[in-house]
Protein backbone atom coordinates (compact mmCIF):
# COMPACT_ATOMS: atom_id res chain seq x y z
CA UNK A 1 0.00 0.00 0.00
CA UNK A 2 2.55 2.46 1.13
CA UNK A 3 3.42 2.77 -3.06
CA UNK A 4 -0.13 3.54 -3.79
CA UNK A 5 -0.48 7.00 -1.13
CA UNK A 6 1.38 9.38 -1.39
CA UNK A 7 1.16 12.48 1.37
CA UNK A 8 -0.38 14.51 -1.75
CA UNK A 9 -2.95 11.85 -1.82
CA UNK A 10 -3.42 12.39 1.96
CA UNK A 11 -6.15 14.97 3.16
CA UNK A 12 -6.65 14.67 7.05
CA UNK A 13 -9.87 17.43 6.96
CA UNK A 14 -12.07 16.95 4.25
CA UNK A 15 -14.21 19.77 3.63
CA UNK A 16 -16.76 18.41 1.64
CA UNK A 17 -20.76 18.31 3.77
CA UNK A 18 -21.78 15.81 1.40
CA UNK A 19 -20.80 12.48 -0.44
CA UNK A 20 -20.49 13.64 -3.60
CA UNK A 21 -18.42 17.22 -2.54
CA UNK A 22 -16.13 14.56 -0.71
CA UNK A 23 -15.59 12.54 -4.20
CA UNK A 24 -14.86 15.55 -6.04
CA UNK A 25 -11.76 16.40 -3.84
CA UNK A 26 -10.53 12.95 -3.94
CA UNK A 27 -10.53 13.39 -7.38
CA UNK A 28 -8.98 16.98 -7.11
CA UNK A 29 -6.00 15.45 -5.49
CA UNK A 30 -5.30 12.69 -7.55
CA UNK A 31 -5.54 14.91 -10.73
CA UNK A 32 -3.09 17.09 -8.78
CA UNK A 33 -0.49 14.31 -8.31
CA UNK A 34 -0.69 13.57 -11.96
CA UNK A 35 -2.55 10.13 -11.71
CA UNK A 36 -5.60 11.20 -13.65
CA UNK A 37 -5.31 11.45 -17.94
CA UNK A 38 -8.85 12.96 -17.74
CA UNK A 39 -10.48 13.63 -14.07
CA UNK A 40 -14.18 13.94 -15.44
CA UNK A 41 -14.20 10.80 -17.41
CA UNK A 42 -12.38 9.41 -13.78
CA UNK A 43 -15.49 10.89 -12.27
CA UNK A 44 -17.93 9.32 -14.19
CA UNK A 45 -16.56 6.04 -13.12
CA UNK A 46 -16.83 6.51 -9.96
CA UNK A 47 -20.03 7.73 -9.73
CA UNK A 48 -21.33 4.78 -12.03
CA UNK A 49 -20.28 2.24 -9.58
CA UNK A 50 -21.52 4.39 -7.04
CA UNK A 51 -25.33 4.05 -8.54
CA UNK A 52 -24.51 -0.12 -8.73
CA UNK A 53 -23.84 -0.66 -4.74
CA UNK A 54 -22.93 1.37 -1.92
CA UNK A 55 -19.03 1.74 -0.89
CA UNK A 56 -19.55 2.25 3.13
CA UNK A 57 -18.73 -0.98 4.87
CA UNK A 58 -19.20 -0.10 8.06
CA UNK A 59 -16.95 0.84 10.79
CA UNK A 60 -17.51 4.60 9.30
CA UNK A 61 -15.57 4.24 6.65
CA UNK A 62 -15.59 3.71 2.49
CA UNK A 63 -14.28 2.65 -0.38
CA UNK A 64 -15.44 4.12 -3.46
CA UNK A 65 -13.72 3.14 -6.41
CA UNK A 66 -13.21 3.70 -9.79
CA UNK A 67 -11.58 1.68 -12.91
CA UNK A 68 -11.14 3.83 -16.01
CA UNK A 69 -9.14 4.15 -18.86
CA UNK A 70 -8.70 8.10 -17.36
CA UNK A 71 -6.51 6.73 -15.07
CA UNK A 72 -2.82 6.29 -15.79
CA UNK A 73 -1.17 4.14 -12.56
CA UNK A 74 -3.21 2.66 -9.91
CA UNK A 75 -3.47 4.79 -6.73
CA UNK A 76 -4.99 5.36 -3.54
CA UNK A 77 -6.39 9.19 -2.10
CA UNK A 78 -6.98 8.66 1.50
CA UNK A 79 -9.77 11.31 3.29
CA UNK A 80 -10.80 11.82 7.19
CA UNK A 81 -14.09 13.97 7.84
CA UNK A 82 -13.91 13.88 11.69
CA UNK A 83 -17.22 14.46 12.18
CA UNK A 84 -18.66 12.24 9.26
CA UNK A 85 -20.48 12.23 6.83
CA UNK A 86 -24.13 10.43 4.85
CA UNK A 87 -22.59 8.04 2.82
CA UNK A 88 -25.72 5.76 1.45
CA UNK A 89 -29.49 5.82 2.27
CA UNK A 90 -28.56 4.00 5.39
CA UNK A 91 -27.44 7.25 6.94
CA UNK A 92 -24.60 5.60 8.31
CA UNK A 93 -21.90 8.36 9.23
CA UNK A 94 -18.86 7.70 6.98
CA UNK A 95 -15.53 9.54 8.79
CA UNK A 96 -12.62 7.33 6.98
CA UNK A 97 -12.41 7.17 3.05
CA UNK A 98 -10.56 5.86 0.36
CA UNK A 99 -10.89 6.07 -3.27
CA UNK A 100 -9.39 3.67 -5.25
CA UNK A 101 -8.02 4.42 -8.84
CA UNK A 102 -7.33 1.60 -10.87
CA UNK A 103 -6.04 1.91 -14.76
CA UNK A 104 -9.19 0.03 -17.03
CA UNK A 105 -6.33 -2.38 -18.29
CA UNK A 106 -5.47 -3.41 -14.36
CA UNK A 107 -8.74 -3.19 -13.07
CA UNK A 108 -9.39 -6.88 -12.19
CA UNK A 109 -6.28 -8.11 -10.71
CA UNK A 110 -4.98 -4.62 -8.91
CA UNK A 111 -8.47 -3.58 -8.17
CA UNK A 112 -9.49 -6.42 -6.26
CA UNK A 113 -5.59 -6.57 -4.34
CA UNK A 114 -6.28 -3.17 -3.19
CA UNK A 115 -9.80 -3.73 -1.75
CA UNK A 116 -8.77 -7.30 0.01
CA UNK A 117 -5.47 -5.30 1.97
CA UNK A 118 -7.45 -2.30 3.00
CA UNK A 119 -10.77 -4.67 4.20
CA UNK A 120 -8.04 -6.95 5.67
CA UNK A 121 -6.88 -3.70 8.03
CA UNK A 122 -9.72 -1.87 8.38
CA UNK A 123 -11.10 -4.93 10.24
CA UNK A 124 -8.95 -3.81 13.29
CA UNK A 125 -10.64 -1.42 14.96
CA UNK A 126 -7.08 -0.51 17.27
CA UNK A 127 -6.20 0.93 13.46
CA UNK A 128 -9.16 2.39 12.39
CA UNK A 129 -9.04 4.44 15.61
CA UNK A 130 -5.60 5.17 14.84
CA UNK A 131 -6.38 6.24 11.94
CA UNK A 132 -8.81 9.16 13.08
CA UNK A 133 -6.10 10.03 15.61
CA UNK A 134 -3.28 11.26 13.06
CA UNK A 135 -1.98 14.46 12.93
CA UNK A 136 -0.06 14.82 10.09
CA UNK A 137 0.18 13.03 6.87
CA UNK A 138 3.47 11.22 7.34
CA UNK A 139 1.55 9.50 10.19
CA UNK A 140 -1.21 8.17 8.00
CA UNK A 141 1.43 7.04 5.34
CA UNK A 142 3.29 5.53 8.28
CA UNK A 143 0.00 3.82 9.02
CA UNK A 144 -1.35 2.87 5.92
CA UNK A 145 2.05 1.65 5.05
CA UNK A 146 1.35 -1.30 7.09
CA UNK A 147 -1.37 -2.43 4.82
Known amino acids: MAQLITDDLIDLELSGRVKEEILDEMIHMLDRSGVLIDASRFRNAVMERETQGHTG ?3 GIAIPHGKSDAVKTPRVAFGVKKEGVIWDPSGERVQLVFLIAVPEKQAGNEHLQILRLL ?3 LIDEQFRNALLKVATKE ?9
Do not use: M, N, P, S
Open 57 to 59: IGF
Open 119 to 121: AQK
Open 139 to 147: EARQLLAAV
